[in-house]
């Protein structure tokens, strides 16, 4: 995975001619919120277990609230 991160916009300017911006926004945005605990409402991966009747190590993309504590 790390490695096709860090490839993926090689890929990407092959196939489309340029990089999209999505994604740097994307971290922007989750990362202002935790820095300014903002506490807003963002769909992201966490681990799900002992939530839902999942029993195991399961990350799934949930709402959360993103804020100071993450």
Not at 8 to 34: F, H, P
Request: hydrophobic share 40%; aromatic share 6%; glycine share 8%.
């Amino acid at each position: 995975v790390h490695r096709e991160v860090i490839t993926c916009d090689c890929e990407m300017i092959k196939m489309k001619g340029y990089t999209n911006w999505a994604v740097c926004l994307s971290v922007a945005d989750l990362t202002g919120n935790i820095l300014k605990n903002l506490r807003r409402v963002h769909t992201v991966s966490t681990i799900t277990k002992g939530l839902y009747e999942i029993n195991e190590e399961v990350f799934v993309s949930v709402p959360c609230i993103l804020g100071g504590n993450g």
